[in-house]
């Protein structure tokens, strides 16, 4: 297992909105929750936390939050991708300015980079901030999806630590697990086949489903980290249907209509999001029962 700080379950934080503003107290009361339910890290401000429809204040401003309410009891790795990398050093620097303990950069979407492209845009991340990043690799909403082989250049950077990989493909950890190194770090963001990731070596998992049963995804994540692989197939199976239901509609709208459902958040989402449609909110709420939340 590598030494590092950053591993177990990890939310991908929602951004509440009240009256079309983000929702401070709301979020603060999120964070809240999260780490009395025992979770090992933090994730404001990335896709699940409707990133590229807030306004580069609100987004500096939920990252503050976040660090500041989580006062070091749990790591903050601050989302802060973009397809600019001036702009993406810039949410960078201002992570490490504010006391984000890493940061999430996704691949350069819509652009459609080159595999040097890509290693480029790292680079000049790596060499402008000394602060922990993490490769996000999504190319289901990025368009693009970054290489092994360039993922091994990458970690031979002193600053780029890991991945978030959100493809699926279980193969592709133990190939990185052999070529990027013992300290390359290994994130799951896929919540139904982490228990996958785990088993190939994998550290942790990005969560979305951690927004609404932050115990029960801290304690299947223990156990995988623990190799209590049947403790990690209960829970496992309690929180299957709920994995799926969050992605029935466009996300967050499933999660935020199921933290309404728990009283903790409203539905608001912001355009081009809708809240999630009338025909699958049944199937959340009986996913929710199964994981024993309703």
């Given at each position: 297992?590598?030494?590092?700080?950053?591993?177990?379950?990890?939310?991908?934080?929602?951004?509440?909105?009240?009256?079309?503003?983000?929702?401070?107290?709301?979020?603060?009361?999120?964070?809240?929750?999260?780490?009395?339910?025992?979770?090992?890290?933090?994730?404001?401000?990335?896709?699940?936390?409707?990133?590229?429809?807030?306004?580069?204040?609100?987004?500096?401003?939920?990252?503050?939050?976040?660090?500041?309410?989580?006062?070091?009891?749990?790591?903050?790795?601050?989302?802060?991708?973009?397809?600019?990398?001036?702009?993406?050093?810039?949410?960078?620097?201002?992570?490490k300015t504010v006391g984000a303990d890493a940061a999430l950069v996704v691949t350069p979407y819509y652009n459609r980079p080159s595999q040097e492209g890509m290693y480029q845009h790292y680079k000049a991340i790596n060499d402008a901030v000394e602060l922990p990043v993490f490769v996000y690799n999504?190319?289901?909403?990025?368009?693009?999806?970054?290489?092994?082989?360039?993922?091994?250049?990458?970690?031979?950077?002193?600053?780029?630590?890991?991945?978030?990989?959100?493809?699926g493909d279980l193969t592709r950890i133990s190939m990185q697990r052999i070529t990027c190194g013992p300290d390359w770090v290994m994130l799951s963001g896929d919540d139904p086949t982490a228990l996958g990731y785990m088993a190939h070596g994998g550290h942790g998992v990005i969560s979305v489903t951690s927004n609404v049963a932050p115990d029960a995804c801290a304690t299947f994540m223990n156990a995988c980290v623990g190799n209590d692989w049947e403790t990690?197939?209960?829970?496992?199976?309690?929180?299957?249907k709920l994995h799926k239901a969050l992605f029935l509609d466009s996300s967050p709208g499933p999660t935020k209509f199921a933290l309404a459902q728990l009283g903790l958040s409203t539905e608001d989402v912001r355009l081009p999001i809708t809240p999630c449609s009338e025909a699958v909110r049944p199937a959340i709420v009986e996913a929710m029962r199964e994981a024993g939340l309703v």
């Open positions: 297992m590598v030494h590092s700080p950053f591993k177990g379950v990890i939310p991908a934080l929602v951004t509440p909105f009240l009256n079309g503003e983000v929702d401070e107290k709301g979020f603060v009361a999120l964070v809240e929750r999260q780490i009395a339910g025992g979770v090992h890290g933090l994730v404001p401000v990335g896709t699940t936390g409707e990133t590229s429809t807030l306004s580069h204040d609100e987004h500096k401003r939920v990252v503050e939050l976040c660090v500041q309410t989580a006062r070091g009891r749990v790591p903050v790795i601050a989302g802060a991708g973009s397809n600019s990398t001036d702009e993406a050093i810039d949410l960078v620097r201002h992570a999504v190319p289901g909403r990025s368009g693009v999806d970054i290489s092994n082989d360039t993922l091994v250049r990458l970690s031979k950077l002193p600053n780029i630590v890991g991945i978030k990989d959100a493809t990690a197939r209960y829970w496992q199976d309690r929180l299957i």
